[in-house]
């Protein structure tokens, strides 16, 4: 429908549910059953196109879409090689994380990246393998597999594989072993050069920001201590990304301040514990449930 933002989301899979979650977060009122291909955002001039994630970069190249959610390491077979769909990132979003790996079977005699010389690489990912062999000069031959790619060096396939990894568990419980990481891939937000209509441009920057917010407030909390007022520059050089504190005094006579400051960064026990050395006390931690600037 003109006028509705268009958002194109994986229907089914590891990237839906944190896609989902994320865009809930952001205030989007929707809900996803059945086979339907399209789900209406109820408060949000936006809908969202459910389909498979390898169709999502077309689908927003194409106008289809006017955006997508999708994992880096497909935007980056779809945008690389003789594919070259003209979209591009947006957001990096933060979830979804795992890193595209060269591997082979452990104790094995292909351990290295010059190992791979004249040798068969198993892939669904031809495009990313086969610009990064280039790069590195070396003259290897991607066999691409759509799945089961763990599978190929035992069944005499490939040599080798460059396959997603998240823990390592599958690698583990085939005999294979990664040696290098191709790419680093997290979920991010796809757009194209078309120009959007007034009306969808408004709405696209008022999601944008609530994205953004989504994204700061993940990692970000509020921190409150009390503190010797000798010992404030001391505590603020250690609070984890925050810009100045707001200090205010305490009204006791033993030269305490209250100090409260936004953290954009984790705070981790060690950073309590750093804290407490320089004096702070009664030192809280509290979430951050949305922000926005
Ligand atoms: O049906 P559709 O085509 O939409 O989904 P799909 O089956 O192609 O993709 P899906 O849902 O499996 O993955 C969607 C996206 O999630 C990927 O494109 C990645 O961006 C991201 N992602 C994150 C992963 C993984 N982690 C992951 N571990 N995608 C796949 N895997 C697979 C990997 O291929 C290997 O088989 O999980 C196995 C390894 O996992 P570990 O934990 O054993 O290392
Ligand atoms: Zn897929």
């Not at 059945?34 to 194409?62: Q, T």
């Not at 006017?66 to 979209?87: I, Q, R």
């Amino acid at each position: 429908m003109p006028g509705r933002l268009r958002i194109a989301v994986q229907k089914k899979g590891r990237l839906a549910d944190e896609s989902f979650a994320m865009l809930k977060k952001a205030g989007l009122n929707f809900s996803v059953r059945g086979d339907g291909l399209l789900a209406r955002v109820k408060n949000l001039p936006i809908d969202l196109l459910l389909v498979r994630d390898d169709d999502i970069p077309n689908f927003v190249a194409s106008g289809a879409s006017d955006f997508g959610l999708v994992g880096e390491n497909v935007f980056a077979e779809e945008t690389l090689g003789s594919k070259g769909l003209d979209v591009s990132i947006l957001r990096r979003l933060g979830f979804s994380r795992c890193n595209l790996c060269l591997a082979a079977i452990e104790n094995g005699s292909l351990q290295s990246l010059a190992d791979l010389k004249n040798k068969k690489i198993a892939t669904s990912y031809p495009g990313i393998l086969s610009t990064y062999l280039k790069d590195k000069n070396i003259d290897a031959t991607c066999v691409e597999m759509k799945g089961a790619v763990e599978l190929a060096p035992r069944i005499n396939v490939a040599d080798a594989i460059c396959d997603l990894v998240s823990s390592g568990a599958t690698l583990e419980a085939n005999g294979l072993k990664a040696f290098e990481t191709i790419l680093e891939s997290e979920a991010v937000l796809i757009g194209s050069r078309r120009t959007l209509s007034a009306e969808k441009q408004s709405i696209y920057e008022r999601l944008l920001s609530r994205i953004d917010g989504v994204i700061r407030s993940k990692d970000s909390k509020y921190i409150m201590l009390n503190a010797p007022q000798s010992q404030i520059k001391a505590i603020s050089k250690i609070l984890p990304g925050s810009d100045a504190p707001t200090i205010i005094p305490l009204g006791t006579d033993d030269g305490l301040v209250a100090m409260q400051a936004v953290c954009t960064e984790n705070v981790f026990w060690e950073t309590l514990e750093a804290l407490k050395d320089k004096g702070a006390r009664s030192i809280l931690v509290l979430p951050i449930e949305k922000m926005m600037s």
